[in-house]
């Protein structure tokens, strides 16, 4: 029951989902079928939650369940309201996609773009007591098909297994429709709460602040947005720093923004840093119109993206408060195919786990959509600055008018929603919208047609729009590019901007091509693997262990990737004999790659001022290039990257037979270090020891030592203080690899987690402990041991309430001799 005076009402809860039209399936759903939904949320979830269809990430279940999305769908509730004189605007965010919504019913108003923000004035549907709101969904499929006839000439995008055609019609999450790495769920629902705004005078939508600054003080430029009901004159409430102001503004009719500044000393308040060059500090303000309050969170920095010419070409440097930051990263993809399952518990953990990672950058990759307000709070947070593309990826768009409309209020949406945010770095129009022209028959037979609809949108639309938007970023066209202003194909251009580099993982080239280029920042680059024998127990039925069962080939979604994987099995080690020893050397593989590519790129800091690995996370379980699994274990790969991306670290790689031996410290101030080098056969007969005692200067790279490989059964391990890394000379199954004889000296419990203490008798290379039927986390994973010495790694339970006597039982140990001896 809605209290007197209040200014909104909330439509979220329960809601039912009544089927109007669907294909003849197994699941009894027939027209007229209702069920129970929880709004904010999505279908799907409400079908399983009420076990009409099964989870589409067991076997090959998202097959069965394609049918749902191209029925007719209506989502409906009823409400109290009493009218007192006021206007009822209805806010809708995120409303995916095609529908039409009807209050009492009478049709009110369609929608056809899930990343715009609507306000609805429903105020002459409504009426005194119970009143009903209902939307009718089409299937966005249906009508991206049906907007594909009535194009002038085709508008070609780029299509994955089983994927939902002409997806670039419809605004909708790219992904939805299927991808290298995700399933094809074209999911339909409301994913923020529906919320009725009652006002007299004028509709507060949202506000924006963003920093200047000069020699004393910080200036908050703020951009309320509003809507006058009437022209007259208003008050704006704002608190910052605990202090309240009032501000008087003459209100206009309609839409209409209210500008002002406010300022502070800058001694007033602490910097905020990415994570690992200091705190996050963040200050509340408030904003208050007509008794609704709005808040937000800001970090004071200075931003500044710069793309000089440097070192002969043109940098890609990203500058904090001052100082040039090198972006350790990854590419961020939606937290999942399926919006119920996005919790704002699993967006802080997997934020967290980038920077226990020692990450300090994200890119919001431009197949996804604009992110849940959980995903930035947690970047602002913790100090993840974000690259933010734009919704558009791997495809040609249409310039038409109707779609150049609908993409400038979508822009305008959202960038007013997001600029406040302190973590975000840079705009970016489009992933590989550009390198796309040269994907398809149509755009190659008639590059210029589709070049001249590419500018229209990305040059005429989306910078246009970023631009007016937003002063406070620069806009950089596409990803990879050179930078802005720059339309040249940078694909493969490591002089300039930004590059993705693809060779070693979609063209097969030896791990060893990474240090075929020099990066101005690598933004893309990965390799993928299997799933960890836990995850694949999520979703791959008992009888189908194995490499290229039904349900594995399933969970693959790159056409060549099982080819990829498996014949490096057979070009670096060995071809596994049990399926779990073909996950596990996977993922060890998928390590070494982005390792020997990061170790060689940070290497060339401050030529090279970045590397964003392809990518963090998965929307479902499956085979992918992620580091964390969807069922949140860390892959070895991010165990790697926390080593490989620490801020003080031995950097090791070979070229031809020569092997390097640098040192890096990325931190604000000089270290002292000490360094050992230890050179070894593989059978554990030392060569050669060196000690080292270094001064690091901040930000810089030092040359430790180089030397010529003289036989590839030898390695070097080093280490650097606590961080310690290995380089084998040859490739490991040239390495004459024994036996390691690695196992666990003892273990010890401590409050919630088990201590375990690991030794080998003969050196250990790519070590790694698992619980394979548990989800566990340990502290360290994927290492280089040396006979005689040991490792001591903590291992917890990510389930709440699992034993540590179970833990214990499950325990195994795999290392590489296991597939070469
Ligand atoms: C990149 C991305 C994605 C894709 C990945 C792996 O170029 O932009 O489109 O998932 O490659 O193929």
Same mark, same amino acid.
């Given at each position: 029951?809605?209290?007197k005076?209040m200014?909104?009402i909330?439509?979220?809860?329960?809601?039912? /989902?009544?089927?109007l039209?669907?294909? =003849?399936?197994?699941?009894?759903i027939?027209?007229?079928s209702? *069920?129970?939904i929880?709004?904010?949320?999505?279908l799907?979830?409400?079908?399983?939650k009420?076990?009409?269809?099964?989870?589409?990430?067991? /076997?090959?279940?998202?097959?069965d369940?394609?049918?749902?999305?191209?029925?007719?769908?209506?989502?409906?509730r009823?409400?109290?309201?009493?009218?007192?004189?006021?206007?009822?605007?209805?806010?809708?965010? =995120?409303?995916?996609?095609?529908?039409?919504?009807?209050?009492?019913?009478?049709?009110?108003?369609?929608f056809?773009n899930?990343?715009?923000?609507?306000?609805?004035?429903?105020?002459?549907h409504?009426?005194?007591g119970i @009143?009903k709101?209902?939307?009718i969904?089409? %299937?966005?499929?249906?009508?991206?098909?049906?907007?594909?006839k009535n194009?002038p000439y085709?508008i070609?995008?780029?299509l994955?297994?089983? &994927?939902?055609?002409?997806r670039n019609l419809?605004r909708?999450?790219?992904?939805?429709? &299927?991808?290298?790495? &995700?399933p094809?769920?074209?999911?339909?629902?409301l994913?923020?709460?529906?919320?009725?705004?009652?006002?007299q005078?004028?509709l507060?939508?949202d506000f924006?602040?963003?920093?200047r600054?000069?020699?004393?003080e910080?200036?908050l430029?703020?951009?309320?947005?509003l809507? &006058? $009901?009437?022209?007259?004159?208003g008050?704006?409430?704002?608190?910052? $720093?605990g202090?309240?102001?009032?501000? =008087?503004?003459?209100?206009?009719?309609?839409?209409?923004?209210y %500008? !002002?500044?406010?300022?502070?000393?800058?001694?007033?308040?602490?910097?905020?840093?990415?994570?690992g060059?200091?705190?996050?500090?963040l200050?509340?303000?408030?904003?208050?119109?007509? @008794?609704?309050?709005?808040k937000?969170?800001?970090?004071?920095r200075?931003?500044?993206v710069?793309?000089e010419?440097t070192?002969g070409?043109?940098?890609?440097?990203?500058?904090? @408060?001052?100082?040039?930051v090198?972006?350790?990263? %990854?590419?961020?993809?939606? #937290?999942?195919? $399926?919006?119920?399952r996005?919790?704002k518990?699993?967006?802080s @953990?997997?934020?967290?786990?980038m920077?226990?990672a020692?990450m300090n950058?994200?890119?919001?990759?431009?197949?996804?959509?604009?992110?849940?307000?959980?995903?930035?709070? /947690?970047c602002?947070? *913790?100090g993840?600055?974000?690259?933010?593309? #734009?919704?558009?990826?791997? %495809?040609t768009?249409?310039a038409?008018?109707w779609f150049?409309?609908?993409?400038e209020?979508?822009?305008?949406?959202?960038?007013?929603r997001?600029?406040?945010?302190?973590?975000?770095?840079?705009w970016?129009?489009n992933n590989?919208?550009?390198?796309a022209?040269?994907?398809?028959?149509?755009?190659?037979?008639?590059?210029?047609r589709?070049l001249k609809?590419?500018?229209k949108?990305?040059?005429?639309?989306?910078?246009?729009?970023?631009?007016?938007?937003?002063?406070?970023?620069i806009?950089?066209?596409?990803?990879?590019c050179a930078?802005?202003?720059?339309?040249?194909?940078?694909?493969?251009?490591?002089?300039?901007?930004?590059?993705h580099?693809w060779?070693?993982?979609?063209e097969?080239?030896?791990?060893?091509?990474?240090?075929?280029v020099?990066?101005? !920042?690598?933004?893309?680059f990965?390799y993928?693997s299997?799933?960890?024998p *836990?995850?694949?127990?999520? !979703?791959?039925?008992?009888?189908?262990?194995?490499?290229?069962?039904p349900?594995?080939?399933h969970?693959?979604k790159?056409d060549?990737?099982?080819e990829?994987?498996?014949t490096?099995?057979?070009?670096?080690f060995k071809?596994?004999?049990?399926?779990?020893?073909?996950? *596990? #050397?996977?993922?060890?593989?998928?390590?070494?790659?982005?390792?020997?590519?990061?170790?060689?790129?940070?290497s #060339?800091?401050p030529?090279c001022?970045?590397t964003?690995?392809?990518?963090?996370n998965?929307v479902w379980?499956?085979?992918?290039?992620?580091?964390?699994e969807?069922?949140?274990?860390?892959?070895p790969?991010?165990?790697?990257?926390?080593h490989?991306?620490?801020?003080?670290c031995p950097?090791l790689y070979?070229?031809?037979?020569?092997?390097?031996?640098?040192?890096?410290?990325d931190?604000?101030?000089?270290k002292k270090?000490?360094?050992?080098?230890?050179i070894?056969?593989?059978?554990?007969?030392?060569?050669?020891?060196?000690e080292?005692?270094?001064e690091?200067?901040?930000?810089s790279?030092k040359e430790?030592?180089?030397?010529?490989?003289?036989?590839?059964d030898?390695?070097?391990?080093?280490?650097l203080?606590?961080?310690?890394?290995?380089?084998?000379?040859?490739?490991?199954?040239?390495?004459?690899?024994?036996?390691?004889?690695?196992?666990?000296k003892?273990i010890?419990?401590?409050k919630?987690?088990?201590?375990?203490?690991?030794?080998s008798?003969?050196?250990?290379?790519f070590?790694?402990?698992?619980?394979?039927?548990?989800?566990?986390?340990?502290?360290?994973?994927?290492?280089g041991?040396?006979p005689?010495e040991?490792?001591?790694?903590r291992?917890?339970?990510?389930?709440k309430?699992?034993?540590?006597?179970?833990?214990?039982?499950d325990?195994?140990?795999?290392?590489s001799s296991?597939i070469?001896c």
């Amino acid at each position: 029951m809605r209290k007197k005076n209040m200014n909104k009402i909330n439509l979220s809860g329960s809601w039912r /989902a009544t089927c109007l039209d669907i294909e =003849k399936n197994d699941f009894k759903i027939n027209k007229g079928s209702e *069920y129970p939904i929880n709004i904010p949320g999505d279908l799907h979830s409400a079908l399983i939650k009420e076990s009409i269809i099964p989870d589409p990430y067991y /076997a090959k279940n998202e097959l069965d369940i394609l049918f749902i999305s191209r029925g007719e769908w209506s989502i409906e509730r009823e409400f109290n309201y009493k009218n007192d004189g006021r206007k009822a605007f209805l806010k809708l965010e =995120k409303l995916d996609t095609i529908c039409t919504l009807y209050i009492n019913n009478v049709s009110v108003e369609s929608f056809d773009n899930e990343h715009q923000i609507y306000y609805v004035d429903i105020t002459k549907h409504l009426k005194n007591g119970i @009143n009903k709101i209902l939307f009718i969904f089409h %299937s966005s499929e249906k009508e991206a098909i049906e907007r594909s006839k009535n194009l002038p000439y085709p508008i070609p995008c780029s299509l994955y297994p089983n &994927g939902s055609p002409n997806r670039n019609l419809v605004r909708k999450t790219q992904c939805n429709a &299927g991808w290298d790495w &995700g399933p094809c769920i074209m999911t339909l629902g409301l994913y923020e709460p529906p919320v009725i705004f009652l006002t007299q005078e004028v509709l507060f939508k949202d506000f924006s602040v963003t920093l200047r600054k000069d020699e004393k003080e910080w200036f908050l430029d703020y951009e309320v947005y509003l809507f &006058g $009901l009437k022209k007259g004159k208003g008050e704006i409430n704002v608190t910052l $720093l605990g202090e309240e102001k009032t501000i =008087k503004y003459k209100r206009e009719k309609g839409d209409f923004t209210y %500008s !002002f500044t406010l300022s502070v000393p800058l001694e007033s308040v602490k910097l905020w840093w990415p994570n690992g060059m200091g705190k996050q500090p963040l200050y509340e303000t408030k904003v208050k119109v007509e @008794n609704i309050e709005k808040k937000r969170k800001i970090g004071f920095r200075t931003l500044k993206v710069k793309n000089e010419i440097t070192y002969g070409g043109k940098e890609l440097t990203v500058s904090i @408060n001052g100082v040039d930051v090198f972006l350790k990263g %990854s590419n961020w993809i939606p #937290l999942d195919a $399926l919006v119920s399952r996005m919790t704002k518990e699993r967006y802080s @953990n997997i934020i967290k786990d980038m920077t226990a990672a020692n990450m300090n950058a994200i890119r919001v990759w431009g197949g996804g959509w604009y992110e849940k307000e959980e995903f930035y709070d /947690a970047c602002d947070k *913790y100090g993840i600055l974000i690259w933010h593309d #734009l919704m558009f990826a791997c %495809s040609t768009y249409p310039a038409l008018s109707w779609f150049l409309n609908s993409v400038e209020k979508e822009l305008r949406d959202q960038i007013r929603r997001l600029k406040s945010r302190t973590s975000i770095a840079l705009w970016c129009g489009n992933n590989e919208d550009l390198g796309a022209l040269g994907w398809y028959e149509e755009t190659i037979k008639n590059k210029e047609r589709y070049l001249k609809d590419y500018e229209k949108l990305n040059n005429g639309t989306v910078e246009r729009v970023v631009k007016e938007e937003d002063k406070t970023r620069i806009f950089w066209p596409s990803s990879p590019c050179a930078g802005p202003g720059d339309y040249s194909d940078n694909w493969h251009n490591d002089k300039n901007g930004d590059m993705h580099f693809w060779s070693v993982w979609h063209e097969g080239k030896d791990f060893d091509f990474y240090h075929s280029v020099k990066p101005r !920042f690598c933004s893309e680059f990965g390799y993928q693997s299997f799933p960890s024998p *836990y995850t694949v127990s999520t !979703f791959c039925p008992k009888d189908e262990y194995s490499l290229l069962s039904p349900s594995m080939l399933h969970h693959q979604k790159n056409d060549r990737g099982n080819e990829i994987i498996i014949t490096e099995f057979e070009r670096l080690f060995k071809e596994p004999k049990k399926f779990e020893d073909g996950l *596990y #050397l996977s993922q060890v593989q998928q390590a070494l790659a982005i390792e020997t590519a990061v170790t060689y790129w940070r290497s #060339l800091m401050p030529y090279c001022m970045g590397t964003l690995i392809w990518q963090l996370n998965d929307v479902w379980p499956v085979s992918s290039w992620s580091s964390i699994e969807y069922s949140g274990r860390w892959k070895p790969l991010h165990y790697a990257i926390k080593h490989f991306y620490a801020p003080l670290c031995p950097l090791l790689y070979k070229i031809d037979d020569k092997v390097y031996i640098k040192a890096i410290n990325d931190t604000l101030s000089n270290k002292k270090v000490s360094i050992t080098v230890t050179i070894s056969d593989t059978s554990g007969n030392i060569i050669a020891r060196r000690e080292y005692r270094e001064e690091l200067l901040s930000k810089s790279v030092k040359e430790i030592e180089t030397f010529t490989i003289e036989r590839k059964d030898a390695f070097v391990f080093v280490s650097l203080d606590k961080e310690e890394r290995f380089l084998l000379f040859g490739k490991p199954n040239e390495s004459k690899i024994k036996k390691s004889g690695l196992s666990i000296k003892s273990i010890e419990e401590d409050k919630d987690s088990l201590v375990v203490t690991l030794s080998s008798p003969a050196p250990t290379f790519f070590a790694l402990i698992d619980t394979p039927h548990l989800n566990t986390h340990f502290s360290d994973n994927y290492f280089g041991l040396l006979p005689g010495e040991e490792k001591k790694i903590r291992v917890k339970s990510k389930e709440k309430g699992l034993p540590l006597e179970k833990i214990k039982e499950d325990l195994v140990l795999w290392d590489s001799s296991k597939i070469l001896c």
